[in-house]
Structures are given as C-alpha cells and as structure tokens.
C-alpha cells in the first residue's frame, strides 16, 4: 500500500500549480516597489486601484515583499557576480567586511547592554537578517564563481577607508534618531 502511494505513475496526471498572478502583474509590482522604491502596502493598493499600468488586482502584501527581495535579491546577485569576473575575489572581501561591520554591531549592543541600556530587538533582528542575506548571496556567487572560501577561523580584513566612513555616518545618523524613525517604518513596507 505504501508503494502505491509513493508511485511516480499516480501522480503523472498532476500538473503544475497555476501561478496567482500573470507575468505582467508581478512585473508591475515588483517594478513598483523596487524600481520606483514604493513601499510593498503602496504598491498593492496601487494595483489595487490599477495605477501599476494593469488592470486592477489583489495581492496580499506579503506576497508583494516575497517578489520584491527574490527581485532585489536576483539584481544583487547579477552584480556581484559581474564585480567578480572583473576582480575575482571581490566578493569574498565585500563578504568579509559586511560581516565585520555587523559583528561591530553586535559587539556594540552588547556592550550597551552591559551599561544597563535596553536591548533595541528590532535592531538584532535587522543586522541578523542582514547577515543571513550576505551569506546566502555570497554562497551563490561563490557558487558560481568557484571563489575559495576563507579559512573558518581566519579573521576577516578590516574594513576599508570608505566603509569605515560609510558606517561611522551610519553610526551619527542612527545616534541621532533618525534611523530608528526609519525602523519604525520597516513594518509599513
């Protein structure tokens, strides 16, 4: 009887799931939200309304974000991979550094923690995201590639001049408030 469940000829006749929305639906989302930088409830009450140049259509927000980061995600890739074949190892490097500057990161809340400060959740959630994100594109790219990882227990390089600047006017920025107001709008997109 198991067999029988498991045999390949029983489940010929299925065909493949019909998808929710045509090419040109998800196109206009994903066009919205990530070339013309909407935020994912815009762009779905936006073909809602059908202003995305379709006719109008429903589609649950998280199914908006789900096709915008594959989208960002599949651009991300196409551009490491085209740094990589005009500077092998570049990769690996942008991995590294972007790794470093997170484990400042968390370093850092820790270190706020110890003096008594609140831990800001949203913010480990961020920089973990962040840092799941930089391992999934790099494996692809390494992938590809065919790139030699870094010894596991190696330390990575130190940022370069133009990171350490990028992420000390991140640091200002975020001390003064405004990167939390923009925190408490990642929720909205």
Known sequence: MLESVHNMSDTQHMGRFDPLYNKEQRQAIVRA????????????????????????????LSTARGLATRERTRQTKQQLRALEREEPGIAARIRDQALYILKQELTEIEERQHEGEEIDLVRVRRIARSAREIQRLSAAVEATASLRAPLAHAEPDPPSPEAQRLFAAFRARRDSGAVRADLSNDGAR
């Open 33 to 60: 939200i990530v070339d013309e930088g909407c935020s994912a409830a815009e762009g779905v009450r936006r073909a809602a309304e059908g202003s995305l140049g379709t006719a109008p259509f429903d589609m649950p």
